[in-house]
């Protein structure tokens, strides 16, 4: 079963057509712990948080401290510099399996270009620290975005190789109405 703890995000991506960037709504921990006891007493014992940043809940210790009460199992996504050893460890122990990172691209050129505000040797971290806390590591990749050349492909290649996320997701850049690239595709 799918669970939202929040909506929005308070980063600013140039190819993110998401609506409720700012500011970010949280729900509180009380009230998603409740919606989870629901879930339970309906025999559902796996989620999928949809969040867009599961780790920059104000109450995540809390929240992570109720869900491991809960007994269950569950997956979100996450940035990658957002991934810290005290926030692993807290997921971990509430029954967190595997984490979505945005990597996008292992091209900071790229990255930098689309406003990521993230680096790929950050990614790379994410990963190695994910895999280290026992859970699974989830890259996220974004086909043809502006900027690529056949120096990204190698890099993203490259990465692969190198990281060996456990699962992968590989999206075609798509500019959606809203985003900053549709808004203003000169600029890119």
């Known amino acids: 079963m799918t669970v939202i703890g929040s909506r929005g995000c308070p980063y600013n991506c140039s190819f993110c ?4 960037r700012s500011p970010v709504v949280y729900r509180s921990r009380q009230n998603i712990i409740g919606e989870l006891e629901e879930l339970k007493k309906r025999g559902v014992r796996h989620i999928r948080f949809e969040d867009d ?3 920059i809940h104000p109450k995540l210790e809390e929240l992570c401290t109720g869900i ?12 990658s510099d957002l991934i810290v050893p005290q926030k692993l460890d807290w997921m971990e122990e509430s029954g967190c399996e595997e984490c979505g990172l945005g990597v996008e691209s292992a091209d ?3 990255l930098n270009l ?8 950050q990614h790379k971290e994410a990963v190695r620290m994910l895999k280290e806390a026992g859970m699974r590591a989830k890259a996220y990749f974004v ?10 492909l190698a890099l993203n290649k490259e990465f692969m190789r190198e990281t060996k996320p456990d699962k992968w997701t590989l999206s075609t850049f798509t500019p959606y109405p809203g985003s900053a690239i549709f808004d203003s595709p000169g600029k890119y």
């Open 53 to 55: 940043n599961f780790t």
């Open 68 to 79: 491991k009460e809960l007994n269950i199992r569950y997956k979100c996504h996450c940035r």
């Open 114 to 121: 689309v406003n990521k505000h993230e680096t790929a040797n």
């Open 143 to 152: 086909a043809g975005l502006p900027g690529e050349d056949d120096d990204t």
């Open 108 to 110: 900071d050129r790229v």
């Open 17 to 20: 057509a998401n609506l409720f």
